[in-house]
Nanobody, 130 residues
Framework: QVRLVESGGGSVQPGGSLRLSCVAS????????MGWYRQGSGQERELVAT???????NYSEAVKGRFTISSDNAKSTVALQMDSLKPEDTAVYYC????????????????????????WGQGTLVTVSS
């Protein structure tokens, strides 16, 4: 029942900007982490940026300083503002959400091992070309 709905993909010229949005639904206690990954043609899927429900942010070195991730915990949404886009940013971008089930939260609080669940959007294509 969990769904991640993405929007904002498209085509843009180098140096341009694009904003991706993602809305997650069906996660009972909300997402602990949301973020974006991307996969270029013939490449492995790689991390772009993540943000936790406490506001901790992580960017890949490739996008640091150019992309900005933000989230709204109450609405279970995450956005990625992409500025100064380069041709090498061309990829399918995937939204993801991670949540820890109740038993996992208890285990984590006690310092034990725990399992998280990860969900993915269908992907949205971003093309940067001149």
């Amino acid at each position: 029942q969990v769904r991640l709905v993405e929007s904002g993909g498209g085509s843009v010229q180098p140096g341009g900007s694009l904003r991706l949005s993602c809305v997650a639904s069906g996660i009972r206690f909300g997402a602990d982490t949301m973020g974006w990954y991307r996969q270029g043609s013939g490449q492995e899927r790689e991390l772009v940026a993540t943000i936790t429900n406490t506001g901790s942010i992580n960017y890949s070195e490739a996008v640091k300083g150019r992309f900005t991730i933000s989230s709204d915990n109450a609405k279970s949404t995450v956005a990625l503002q992409m500025d100064s886009l380069k041709p090498e940013d061309t990829a399918v971008y995937y939204c993801y959400a991670e949540t820890i089930p109740l038993e996992g939260r208890v285990a984590k609080a006690r310092g034990g091992s725990y399992r998280s669940l990860e969900f993915w959007g269908q992907g949205t294509l971003v093309t940067v070309s001149s």
